[in-house]
C-alpha cells in the first residue's frame, strides 16, 4: 500500500484527491493538510508517508519553501509538486530543488 500526504489550500483538490486514492486498492492519503506549514509541524518521515503531493502555490507557505525544509530531512518522503503552472522555470526550479516528479 502507498501512503499519501496531500498538502494543497484547495478543498475541492484535497478531496478529490481522496476520491480517486479511494476507488484503489493500493494507495491511501493518509492526510492532507491545507498548507505547508501544518505539513512541516509533523516532520514528515518514510515512517507516517510513502510520498508527498504538494501544492507549489499556497497562502502562506509555498511549496517550494517545503521542499526545501524537507531536503535536508534525511528520511523524508519524495515528493511531487502539483500546480496549474505549465512554465518550463517552476519544473526546472522543482527539480532542482529536490522533487521527484512534477504534476
Given at each position: 500500500m502507498i501512503r499519501v500526504i496531500v498538502v494543497d489550500d484547495h478543498d475541492l483538490v484535497r478531496e478529490g484527491l481522496r476520491a480517486v486514492f479511494n476507488r484503489t486498492e493500493d494507495i491511501r492519503m493518509v492526510a492532507d493538510y491545507t498548507d505547508g506549514d501544518e505539513l512541516l509541524r509533523i516532520s514528515p518521515t518514510r515512517?507516517?508517508?510513502?510520498?508527498?503531493?504538494?501544492?507549489?502555490?499556497?497562502?502562506?507557505?509555498?511549496?517550494?519553501?517545503?521542499?526545501?525544509?524537507?531536503?535536508?530531512?534525511?528520511?523524508?518522503?519524495?515528493?511531487?509538486?502539483?500546480?496549474?503552472?505549465?512554465?518550463?522555470?517552476?519544473?526546472?526550479?522543482?527539480?532542482?530543488?529536490?522533487?521527484?516528479?512534477?504534476?
Amino acid at each position: 500500500m502507498i501512503r499519501v500526504i496531500v498538502v494543497d489550500d484547495h478543498d475541492l483538490v484535497r478531496e478529490g484527491l481522496r476520491a480517486v486514492f479511494n476507488r484503489t486498492e493500493d494507495i491511501r492519503m493518509v492526510a492532507d493538510y491545507t498548507d505547508g506549514d501544518e505539513l512541516l509541524r509533523i516532520s514528515p518521515t518514510r515512517r507516517n508517508a510513502d510520498v508527498i503531493i504538494l501544492d507549489i502555490s499556497m497562502s502562506r507557505t509555498s511549496g517550494m519553501e517545503v521542499l526545501e525544509a524537507l531536503g535536508p530531512v534525511a528520511d523524508a518522503p519524495p515528493v511531487l509538486l502539483l500546480t496549474l503552472h505549465p512554465e518550463d522555470t517552476y519544473v526546472v526550479a522543482a527539480m532542482k530543488a529536490g522533487a521527484k516528479g512534477y504534476l
